[in-house]
């Protein structure tokens, strides 16, 4: 296992992991696209995103984001 920044061309393998484990968080039924997760993470405001990669699948996320009060 590894762990990365995400990059574009993690897009599609974290929608699988997305739509495979949205059912766990409380999620809704909308599948998510590679552009879906792409535009979502240019736009989350996060100042880092990690993934956790076994092969080419993602197994983990992490969005660091700053607390505003």
Do not use: H, P
Not at 26 to 54: F, I, Y
């Amino acid at each position: 296992m590894k762990i990365v920044d995400y990059e574009k061309k993690y897009a599609k393998a974290t929608a699988k992991m997305w739509n495979e484990s949205r059912e766990n968080f409380g999620g809704d039924d909308k599948v998510e696209s590679a552009e879906d997760r792409d535009k979502d993470e240019r736009n989350s405001g996060n100042l880092s995103t990690m993934l956790a990669l076994q092969e080419d699948k993602v197994v983990g996320y992490c969005g660091l984001a700053e607390f505003k009060t």
